[in-house]
């Protein structure tokens, strides 16, 4: 079954470093791949959005990877703030025929 | 340009009642999906409304149904509601064409059942 692997710890980051979040996904072939970023009690809000012949996305302090062959996604913040502080969820998007279907991990929790 | 409204924002129900949760999409968009999250836990898929029809459905059972309306807004449907459908449920609503657009959440509607 389709499995998405996010770091399951909450990850410190000390202010002005940077923090790199992991997402591995198993057994299905994404089409695309989105970052959300979610506050405690309220929806997540989308951040960057990476298609499978990009490697590499950039806004503002945010870089995303996408690499098909390790099926891996790299999610970049530098120059990390207290604001950045929440839960930031992966969700490889499967296609067919133009129905998006979001597949999320569990969130790593940045501090 | 309001984003996506959902209501309401917090319920409690009683094991076996039947809820209904509403959703408004971003403006100009036609496609609606609804998500469950339990705590802890990344939300996982429903189903998805375009054009008033349930496209795809996600492993949840026949007691979870929905509806788009012709304005684009959808409502959920959960019947004999169980203590484990407590979690908070979200609407995301896109455009149908072109692919591959970006999907937009609701703040959710807590839904406790006791």
């Known amino acids: 079954s389709q499995k998405i692997e996010q770091n399951s710890e909450a990850l410190n980051i000390q202010e002005g470093k940077t923090a790199t979040l992991t997402c591995n996904y198993t057994n299905y072939s994404p089409a695309y791949l989105q970052w959300y970023r979610q506050d405690p009690g309220r929806g997540p809000v989308f951040l960057l959005l990476i298609r499978e012949n990009e490697k590499e996305k950039r806004k503002e302090r945010l870089k995303v990877t996408f690499d098909t062959t390790l099926k891996q996604s790299l999610f970049h913040i530098t120059a990390s703030q207290p604001a950045d502080s929440a839960t930031y969820l992966c969700?490889?998007?499967?296609?067919?025929?133009?129905?998006?279907?979001?597949?999320f991990g569990t969130g790593t929790r940045l501090l | 340009d309001a984003g996506v409204t959902q209501s309401p924002t917090h319920l409690i129900k009683t094991r076996g009642q039947q809820v209904t949760l509403r959703c408004s999409p971003k403006?100009?968009?036609?496609?609606v999906s609804w998500y469950q999250q339990a705590l802890g836990q990344g939300p996982q898929f429903i189903f998805q409304?375009?054009?008033?029809?349930?496209?795809q459905r996600g492993n949840f059972p026949d007691r979870f149904s929905g509806h788009q309306f012709p304005n684009y807004s959808s409502e959920l449907n959960v019947n004999a509601l169980l203590l484990g459908d407590s979690a908070l449920y979200l609407c995301?609503?896109?455009?149908?064409?072109?692919?591959?657009?970006?999907?937009?959440f609701g703040e959710g509607s807590w839904l406790t059942v006791v």
């Open positions: 403006s100009g968009h036609d496609t």
């Open positions: 969700a490889p998007t499967l296609m067919n025929t133009g129905f998006q279907k979001l597949v």
């Open positions: 409304y375009y054009e008033e029809e349930e496209r």
């Open positions: 995301a609503s896109s455009l149908e064409f072109p692919s591959g657009n970006t999907i937009y």
